[in-house]
């Protein structure tokens, strides 16, 4: 896998927890992303689209959290984690909770822009491609052993390229994790999936938590919005996803060639 860097973490801390009614309890779910205006999140609660919802949500740099009224907007089911995953609109937001929001990704965007200016195949990005990417981008917690996805699976949320944050991930082939089935393990600071960028095969491996981890996804919707509204950052983008399999094709070639010594 890539070279590990020693990177400082990306300050990207929130928490979330939904109810269906006033006279439920809140239960706590998986956030992936958080705008002024929806976030998306994986959650135990059966929801459908246009069912109102209550979300708590807990930013990393307030004190008191924050109780929203969302609709939601889209729904799909995880089957590898039993869970749901759903997008929230929030309805008449309070503008306090609204520029909150606003502060919280502005200092995450700022934060990731050092965070991948510790790669060098982001060198050619400047601090303004970062906070435009930044943008973009969905954060991922994983549980220790818990699965991100199945080798031959081809969920859309989970196409795209993930860069390890912290903890440790195991890839292997199968559904079950066996040491002759292990490929890889990739710690902080590097990069997998991004094949799934530019193709619709499914995943060529099965990728788990070996103990708690946070990931930086840039994924596959995020990548064509991202082209659509900044071309020129998306070609550089798509110029390190070619420079990433490249390398990979690379190492792949060196170890199935095997010369043979012709008899004369």
């Given at each position: 896998?890539d070279?590990?860097?020693?990177i400082?973490p990306?300050v990207a801390k929130f928490?979330?927890c939904?109810?269906?009614?006033?006279?439920?309890n809140?239960i706590a779910t998986?956030?992936?992303?958080l705008?002024e205006?929806e976030?998306?999140?994986?959650?135990?609660?059966k929801?459908?689209?246009?069912?109102e919802?209550?979300?708590?949500?807990?930013?990393c740099?307030?004190?008191k959290?924050?109780i929203?009224?969302?609709?939601?907007?889209?729904?799909?089911?995880?089957?590898?984690?039993?869970?749901?995953?759903?997008?929230?609109?929030?309805?008449d937001?309070?503008?306090?909770?609204?520029e909150?929001?606003?502060?919280f990704?502005v200092q995450t965007?700022?934060s990731?822009?050092?965070?991948?200016?510790e790669?060098p195949?982001?060198?050619?990005?400047?601090?303004q491609d970062c906070e435009?990417?930044?943008?973009?981008?969905t954060?991922?917690?994983l549980?220790?052993?818990?699965v991100?996805?199945?080798?031959?699976t081809?969920?859309?949320?989970?196409q795209?390229?993930?860069?390890?944050q912290?903890?440790?991930?195991?890839?292997?082939?199968?559904?079950?994790?066996?040491p002759?089935?292990?490929?890889a393990?990739v710690?902080?600071?590097?990069?997998f999936g991004?094949n799934?960028l530019?193709t619709?095969?499914?995943?060529?491996?099965?990728?788990?938590a070996?103990?708690e981890s946070?990931?930086i996804?840039?994924s596959?919707?995020?990548?064509?919005?991202?082209?659509?509204?900044?071309p020129?950052?998306?070609?550089k983008?798509m110029?390190i996803?070619?420079?990433?399999l490249?390398?990979r094709l690379?190492?792949?070639?060196?170890?199935l060639f095997?010369?043979i010594?012709?008899k004369?």
């Open positions: 896998m070279t590990t860097y020693k400082e990306v928490v979330i939904m109810r269906l009614n006033e006279a439920d809140f998986r956030p992936i992303k705008s205006t976030l998306s999140l994986q959650t135990q609660l929801v459908e689209v246009g069912q919802v209550q979300c708590r949500v807990k930013l740099q307030i004190d959290p924050m929203i009224d969302a609709v939601v907007t889209e729904t799909s089911y995880d089957d590898v984690n039993d869970l749901m995953f759903c997008v929230c609109k929030f309805v937001i309070d503008r306090t909770y609204s909150e929001i606003k502060l990704n965007a700022f990731l822009s050092h965070f991948l200016a790669f195949l982001f060198e050619d990005f400047t601090q435009t990417l930044a943008k973009f981008v954060y991922r917690e549980e220790k052993k818990q991100l996805y199945y080798e031959k081809t969920d859309s949320h989970m795209g390229l993930f860069i390890v912290s903890g440790l991930l195991s890839i292997y082939k199968g559904k079950k994790h066996r002759d089935k292990q490929i393990v710690s902080p600071g590097q990069i991004e799934t530019v619709d095969q499914p995943h060529t491996a099965t990728i788990a070996v103990n946070t990931l996804q840039i596959k919707i995020g990548f064509q919005r991202l082209k659509e509204k900044y020129e950052l998306g070609l983008f110029e996803v070619a420079r990433t490249s390398k690379g190492r792949t070639t060196k170890l095997n010369p010594e012709l004369k």
